[in-house]
């Protein structure tokens, strides 16, 4: 069977006060969250991951909440494959005129969370988008 693909627009929140950073794709609801460690997976009734929430997210990218606070672009892509979710994911910032990769020392460095879905049976699929 053919792996299901979903491009779509994206939007990227962060909340300041609480370090929360949230991704999702715009028009997309979810029917089941999966958490683990710092990470809330959202995945949608056509087993498409369709969003993240990272807590403690200037803990986990390892980066000062400034940073977070001023990105300027990002580039979502998740594949669920044989059960197991893999999430890259690419920050940009903007501070002082200056572009500032957030995950590294290149511009296309990308983090990777990957986790089993346990008893939840989902199909396999990939989702990307740009925010």
């Known amino acids: 069977m053919a792996e299901k693909h979903l491009e779509g627009a994206g939007e990227l929140l962060y909340d300041f006060k609480n370090d ?17 460690q710092n990470f809330t997976v959202d995945i949608d009734e056509e087993d498409f991951v369709t969003g993240i929430r990272i807590f403690d997210a200037s803990k986990v990218i390892g980066v000062d909440k400034f940073y977070l606070k001023s ?9 669920i494959e044989n059960n197991v979710v893999t999430i890259g994911i690419k920050f940009v910032s903007k501070v002082r005129n200056k572009l500032l990769s957030l995950l590294g020392q290149k511009e296309h460095f990308k983090q990777q969370i990957t986790t089993s879905l346990g008893e939840h049976i989902i199909g396999d699929s990939v989702a990307e988008c740009l925010a």
Do not use: G, N
């Open 20 to 36: 929360l950073l949230m991704f999702k794709i715009k028009d997309r609801d979810y029917k089941l969250s999966v958490e683990f």
């Open 71 to 79: 990105i300027i672009r990002t580039e979502f892509k998740a594949q």
